[in-house]
Protein backbone atom coordinates (compact mmCIF):
# COMPACT_ATOMS: atom_id res chain seq x y z
CA UNK A 1 0.00 0.00 0.00
CA UNK A 2 1.50 3.11 -1.58
CA UNK A 3 2.29 5.90 1.85
CA UNK A 4 -0.18 8.82 1.10
CA UNK A 5 1.50 12.48 1.28
CA UNK A 6 -1.05 15.16 0.82
CA UNK A 7 -0.84 18.74 -0.86
CA UNK A 8 -3.08 20.97 1.37
CA UNK A 9 -2.03 24.49 1.61
CA UNK A 10 -5.18 26.10 3.01
CA UNK A 11 -5.19 30.06 3.76
CA UNK A 12 -7.56 30.10 7.10
CA UNK A 13 -7.82 32.63 9.59
CA UNK A 14 -4.35 31.82 11.87
CA UNK A 15 -2.20 30.80 8.69
CA UNK A 16 -1.93 28.51 6.73
CA UNK A 17 -1.82 24.20 6.94
CA UNK A 18 1.13 22.66 4.48
CA UNK A 19 2.36 19.33 3.18
CA UNK A 20 3.47 17.98 -0.14
CA UNK A 21 2.28 15.08 -2.41
CA UNK A 22 4.41 13.27 -5.07
CA UNK A 23 2.36 12.96 -8.36
CA UNK A 24 3.02 10.21 -10.64
CA UNK A 25 -0.40 9.16 -11.46
CA UNK A 26 -4.26 10.31 -11.21
CA UNK A 27 -5.08 11.26 -7.40
CA UNK A 28 -7.92 12.89 -5.58
CA UNK A 29 -5.04 15.54 -5.20
CA UNK A 30 -6.51 16.77 -8.69
CA UNK A 31 -9.86 17.93 -6.54
CA UNK A 32 -7.63 19.89 -4.66
CA UNK A 33 -7.79 20.02 -0.66
CA UNK A 34 -9.94 21.44 2.36
CA UNK A 35 -9.74 21.88 6.22
CA UNK A 36 -12.14 20.40 7.90
CA UNK A 37 -12.55 22.50 11.29
CA UNK A 38 -9.20 24.75 9.92
CA UNK A 39 -6.80 21.81 10.22
CA UNK A 40 -7.54 18.34 9.47
CA UNK A 41 -6.44 18.46 5.72
CA UNK A 42 -7.55 16.09 3.44
CA UNK A 43 -8.27 15.98 -0.52
CA UNK A 44 -11.90 16.98 -1.25
CA UNK A 45 -13.12 13.49 -3.18
CA UNK A 46 -13.28 11.30 -0.71
CA UNK A 47 -14.66 7.84 -0.59
CA UNK A 48 -17.71 6.38 1.01
CA UNK A 49 -18.12 3.23 2.56
CA UNK A 50 -21.86 2.04 2.80
CA UNK A 51 -21.56 0.27 -0.29
CA UNK A 52 -19.17 -1.82 0.59
CA UNK A 53 -21.20 -3.63 2.69
CA UNK A 54 -24.64 -6.14 1.63
CA UNK A 55 -27.83 -4.42 0.45
CA UNK A 56 -29.74 -1.97 2.56
CA UNK A 57 -26.35 -1.39 4.45
CA UNK A 58 -26.70 -5.09 5.96
CA UNK A 59 -24.42 -8.15 6.12
CA UNK A 60 -21.13 -8.90 5.04
CA UNK A 61 -19.90 -8.07 1.60
CA UNK A 62 -20.26 -10.39 -1.41
CA UNK A 63 -16.72 -10.12 -1.63
CA UNK A 64 -14.28 -9.20 1.27
CA UNK A 65 -11.19 -8.94 -0.30
CA UNK A 66 -12.29 -6.83 -2.81
CA UNK A 67 -13.71 -4.95 -0.34
CA UNK A 68 -10.42 -4.46 1.44
CA UNK A 69 -8.87 -3.83 -2.20
CA UNK A 70 -10.33 -1.23 -2.68
CA UNK A 71 -9.76 0.85 0.26
CA UNK A 72 -5.91 0.08 -0.32
CA UNK A 73 -6.27 1.71 -3.67
CA UNK A 74 -8.76 4.34 -2.48
CA UNK A 75 -5.51 5.23 -0.48
CA UNK A 76 -3.30 4.68 -3.27
CA UNK A 77 -4.68 7.03 -5.13
CA UNK A 78 -4.89 9.82 -2.88
CA UNK A 79 -8.06 9.66 -1.28
CA UNK A 80 -7.59 10.63 2.26
CA UNK A 81 -11.11 11.16 3.53
CA UNK A 82 -12.46 7.44 4.00
CA UNK A 83 -16.45 7.75 5.51
CA UNK A 84 -17.99 5.16 7.32
CA UNK A 85 -20.60 4.81 10.02
CA UNK A 86 -21.15 1.84 12.72
CA UNK A 87 -24.66 1.21 11.14
CA UNK A 88 -23.21 0.27 8.07
CA UNK A 89 -23.28 -3.84 8.30
CA UNK A 90 -23.92 -2.50 10.90
CA UNK A 91 -20.25 -2.61 12.38
CA UNK A 92 -18.73 -4.41 8.80
CA UNK A 93 -17.61 -1.66 7.18
CA UNK A 94 -15.44 -0.19 10.48
CA UNK A 95 -14.16 -3.73 11.00
CA UNK A 96 -12.94 -4.02 6.95
CA UNK A 97 -11.18 -0.47 7.42
CA UNK A 98 -9.63 -1.40 10.33
CA UNK A 99 -8.80 -5.05 8.89
CA UNK A 100 -7.18 -3.55 5.63
CA UNK A 101 -5.78 -0.25 6.57
CA UNK A 102 -4.55 -0.22 10.46
CA UNK A 103 -1.74 0.96 11.15
CA UNK A 104 -3.08 3.88 8.67
CA UNK A 105 -0.60 6.10 6.22
CA UNK A 106 0.24 9.28 7.31
CA UNK A 107 -2.73 11.95 6.11
CA UNK A 108 -5.62 9.23 5.83
CA UNK A 109 -8.21 10.53 8.05
CA UNK A 110 -11.22 8.35 9.04
CA UNK A 111 -14.67 9.98 9.42
CA UNK A 112 -17.37 7.60 11.13
CA UNK A 113 -20.77 8.21 12.69
CA UNK A 114 -22.74 7.04 15.81
CA UNK A 115 -26.48 7.56 16.71
CA UNK A 116 -28.46 4.80 14.09
CA UNK A 117 -29.23 1.39 15.12
CA UNK A 118 -29.97 -0.82 11.99
CA UNK A 119 -32.75 -3.76 12.23
CA UNK A 120 -32.11 -4.96 9.08
CA UNK A 121 -31.82 -4.20 5.13
CA UNK A 122 -32.67 -0.55 5.54
CA UNK A 123 -34.88 -0.65 8.77
CA UNK A 124 -33.47 2.39 10.86
CA UNK A 125 -33.83 3.58 14.47
CA UNK A 126 -32.59 7.16 15.51
CA UNK A 127 -30.96 6.33 19.10
CA UNK A 128 -29.38 10.01 20.86
CA UNK A 129 -28.86 8.93 24.20
CA UNK A 130 -25.40 9.82 26.08
CA UNK A 131 -24.75 6.52 27.51
CA UNK A 132 -25.55 5.06 23.90
CA UNK A 133 -23.42 7.26 21.93
CA UNK A 134 -20.55 6.97 24.42
CA UNK A 135 -20.52 3.25 23.95
CA UNK A 136 -20.59 3.76 19.91
CA UNK A 137 -17.20 6.10 20.34
CA UNK A 138 -15.55 3.44 22.12
CA UNK A 139 -16.74 0.62 19.81
CA UNK A 140 -15.82 2.66 16.55
CA UNK A 141 -12.03 3.11 17.78
CA UNK A 142 -11.97 -0.27 18.78
CA UNK A 143 -13.43 -1.54 14.97
CA UNK A 144 -11.41 0.60 13.34
CA UNK A 145 -8.20 0.24 15.71
CA UNK A 146 -7.84 3.83 16.19
CA UNK A 147 -7.27 5.91 19.35
CA UNK A 148 -8.73 9.36 18.03
CA UNK A 149 -11.67 9.53 15.31
CA UNK A 150 -10.70 12.35 13.29
CA UNK A 151 -14.59 13.20 12.46
CA UNK A 152 -17.07 11.54 14.23
CA UNK A 153 -20.85 12.76 13.27
CA UNK A 154 -23.76 12.24 14.87
CA UNK A 155 -25.81 10.59 12.20
CA UNK A 156 -29.54 11.98 12.90
CA UNK A 157 -30.79 13.77 15.45
CA UNK A 158 -32.93 12.05 17.57
CA UNK A 159 -36.04 13.51 18.46
CA UNK A 160 -36.62 11.70 21.07
CA UNK A 161 -33.85 13.13 23.30
CA UNK A 162 -32.52 16.10 23.97
CA UNK A 163 -29.73 17.73 21.63
CA UNK A 164 -27.95 18.52 24.90
CA UNK A 165 -27.37 15.10 26.01
CA UNK A 166 -26.46 13.54 22.47
CA UNK A 167 -23.93 16.19 21.56
CA UNK A 168 -22.68 16.78 25.03
CA UNK A 169 -21.31 12.98 25.29
CA UNK A 170 -19.87 13.64 21.94
CA UNK A 171 -18.24 16.70 23.99
CA UNK A 172 -17.25 14.43 26.81
CA UNK A 173 -15.26 12.06 24.49
CA UNK A 174 -13.89 14.69 22.71
CA UNK A 175 -12.39 16.54 26.00
CA UNK A 176 -11.10 12.75 26.48
CA UNK A 177 -8.83 13.18 23.16
CA UNK A 178 -11.05 10.35 21.66
CA UNK A 179 -12.82 12.61 18.94
CA UNK A 180 -10.95 15.22 17.21
CA UNK A 181 -14.17 17.26 15.23
CA UNK A 182 -17.67 16.55 15.36
CA UNK A 183 -20.41 16.76 12.78
CA UNK A 184 -23.85 16.34 11.74
CA UNK A 185 -25.84 14.80 9.05
CA UNK A 186 -29.18 15.20 7.77
CA UNK A 187 -29.46 18.91 9.39
CA UNK A 188 -30.41 22.04 8.83
CA UNK A 189 -29.31 25.64 9.46
CA UNK A 190 -31.56 25.97 12.40
CA UNK A 191 -30.37 22.60 13.76
CA UNK A 192 -26.72 23.43 13.54
CA UNK A 193 -26.63 27.21 15.01
CA UNK A 194 -28.51 24.69 17.66
CA UNK A 195 -25.97 22.35 18.03
CA UNK A 196 -23.17 24.79 17.74
CA UNK A 197 -24.05 26.46 21.50
CA UNK A 198 -23.50 23.04 22.60
CA UNK A 199 -19.95 21.81 20.62
CA UNK A 200 -18.12 23.36 17.86
CA UNK A 201 -19.72 21.70 14.12
CA UNK A 202 -17.07 21.42 11.42
CA UNK A 203 -19.19 18.90 8.93
CA UNK A 204 -22.55 18.81 7.23
CA UNK A 205 -23.52 15.19 5.57
CA UNK A 206 -26.76 16.03 3.88
CA UNK A 207 -28.18 14.20 1.19
CA UNK A 208 -27.32 16.37 -2.39
CA UNK A 209 -26.07 15.59 -6.09
CA UNK A 210 -27.10 17.05 -8.93
CA UNK A 211 -30.21 15.46 -9.17
CA UNK A 212 -31.10 16.05 -5.90
CA UNK A 213 -30.77 19.58 -4.63
CA UNK A 214 -33.30 19.26 -1.48
CA UNK A 215 -30.22 20.95 0.79
CA UNK A 216 -29.30 23.89 -1.66
CA UNK A 217 -29.66 26.27 1.64
CA UNK A 218 -27.68 24.35 3.81
CA UNK A 219 -25.05 24.07 1.35
CA UNK A 220 -24.97 27.63 0.50
CA UNK A 221 -24.96 28.37 4.58
CA UNK A 222 -22.23 25.99 5.41
CA UNK A 223 -20.06 27.59 2.30
CA UNK A 224 -20.20 31.15 3.81
CA UNK A 225 -19.24 29.92 7.13
CA UNK A 226 -16.43 27.02 5.73
CA UNK A 227 -18.32 24.42 6.95
CA UNK A 228 -16.94 21.10 5.33
CA UNK A 229 -20.59 19.65 3.23
CA UNK A 230 -20.17 16.07 2.60
CA UNK A 231 -22.82 15.13 0.18
CA UNK A 232 -24.02 11.44 0.23
CA UNK A 233 -25.11 9.78 -2.69
CA UNK A 234 -23.31 12.06 -4.89
CA UNK A 235 -24.43 10.48 -8.23
CA UNK A 236 -28.30 9.66 -6.62
CA UNK A 237 -26.99 6.27 -5.93
CA UNK A 238 -26.67 5.89 -9.79
CA UNK A 239 -30.35 6.66 -10.51
CA UNK A 240 -29.41 9.81 -12.76
CA UNK A 241 -27.40 7.01 -15.13
CA UNK A 242 -30.02 4.72 -15.24
CA UNK A 243 -31.71 5.11 -18.86
CA UNK A 244 -35.63 5.77 -17.40
CA UNK A 245 -34.08 9.23 -15.58
CA UNK A 246 -35.61 12.36 -17.17
CA UNK A 247 -32.34 13.78 -17.45
CA UNK A 248 -29.96 10.75 -18.16
CA UNK A 249 -29.74 11.49 -22.15
CA UNK A 250 -28.33 15.05 -21.26
CA UNK A 251 -25.86 14.07 -18.85
CA UNK A 252 -24.65 11.52 -21.07
CA UNK A 253 -24.71 13.99 -24.39
CA UNK A 254 -22.67 16.18 -21.89
CA UNK A 255 -20.04 13.80 -20.69
CA UNK A 256 -19.91 12.61 -24.36
CA UNK A 257 -18.28 16.46 -25.00
CA UNK A 258 -15.51 16.20 -22.81
CA UNK A 259 -14.43 12.44 -22.61
CA UNK A 260 -15.91 11.77 -19.37
CA UNK A 261 -18.58 9.25 -18.21
CA UNK A 262 -21.74 10.46 -16.49
CA UNK A 263 -20.87 9.80 -13.03
CA UNK A 264 -17.40 11.39 -13.75
CA UNK A 265 -19.42 14.57 -14.41
CA UNK A 266 -21.83 14.23 -11.75
CA UNK A 267 -18.64 14.51 -9.42
CA UNK A 268 -17.05 17.31 -10.80
CA UNK A 269 -19.91 19.11 -10.91
CA UNK A 270 -19.88 19.11 -6.72
CA UNK A 271 -16.32 19.78 -6.84
CA UNK A 272 -17.15 22.63 -9.11
CA UNK A 273 -20.71 23.19 -6.88
CA UNK A 274 -18.68 24.58 -3.79
CA UNK A 275 -15.26 24.79 -2.00
CA UNK A 276 -16.39 23.09 0.79
CA UNK A 277 -18.41 20.36 -1.17
CA UNK A 278 -16.42 16.71 0.05
CA UNK A 279 -18.42 14.38 -2.53
CA UNK A 280 -17.84 10.50 -1.07
CA UNK A 281 -18.97 8.49 -3.32
CA UNK A 282 -18.98 5.37 -2.69
CA UNK A 283 -18.34 1.42 -4.61
CA UNK A 284 -17.59 -2.40 -4.16
CA UNK A 285 -15.42 -2.15 -7.48
CA UNK A 286 -11.66 -1.24 -7.59
CA UNK A 287 -12.68 -0.25 -11.05
CA UNK A 288 -15.66 1.98 -10.50
CA UNK A 289 -13.22 3.50 -7.50
CA UNK A 290 -10.70 4.24 -10.11
CA UNK A 291 -13.63 6.02 -12.70
CA UNK A 292 -14.97 8.36 -9.80
CA UNK A 293 -11.42 9.22 -8.66
CA UNK A 294 -10.59 10.40 -12.29
CA UNK A 295 -13.73 12.91 -12.13
CA UNK A 296 -11.44 14.76 -9.83
CA UNK A 297 -9.05 15.69 -13.08
CA UNK A 298 -12.28 16.99 -14.88
CA UNK A 299 -11.98 20.99 -15.19
CA UNK A 300 -14.52 22.82 -17.36
CA UNK A 301 -15.26 26.34 -17.47
CA UNK A 302 -18.39 28.80 -15.97
CA UNK A 303 -20.10 29.06 -19.22
CA UNK A 304 -19.50 24.81 -19.69
CA UNK A 305 -21.13 24.50 -16.24
CA UNK A 306 -24.43 26.49 -16.70
CA UNK A 307 -25.14 24.61 -20.22
CA UNK A 308 -24.53 21.34 -18.48
CA UNK A 309 -26.90 22.30 -15.49
CA UNK A 310 -29.55 24.57 -17.95
CA UNK A 311 -29.86 20.26 -20.23
CA UNK A 312 -29.96 18.69 -17.12
CA UNK A 313 -32.74 20.73 -15.27
CA UNK A 314 -34.79 21.57 -18.65
Keep these: ?86 AYGPEIAERLIGEALA ?31 IQCVEMSLRRLKLERIELYQLHRIDPRTPLEESLGALKRMQEQGKIRHIGL ?30 HEKTLDWCTERAIAFLPWYPIAAGKIL ?23 LSLAWLLYRSPVMLPIPGTSKVAHLEENVAAAELKLSDEEWAEIEAAFNG
Excluded at 61 to 81: I, N, S, W, Y
Excluded at 107 to 126: C, L
Excluded at 242 to 254: G, I, M, N, V, Y
Aim: charged share 25%; with cysteine; net charge neutral.
Design 1 to 86: MRLVKLNCAIRMAGGSIGLSMDMRFPSAAAAGSFAIGGDLCVHRLGYGTMRLVGDGAWGEPADPDEAKRVLRRAVDLGVTLIDTAD
Design 103 to 133: PYPEGVAIATKGGITRQGPAKTEYVGRAGYL
Design 185 to 214: SEATPAEIEEAQKIVPIVSVQNRYSLADRR
Design 242 to 264: RPDHHAATALEQSAARFGASAAQ
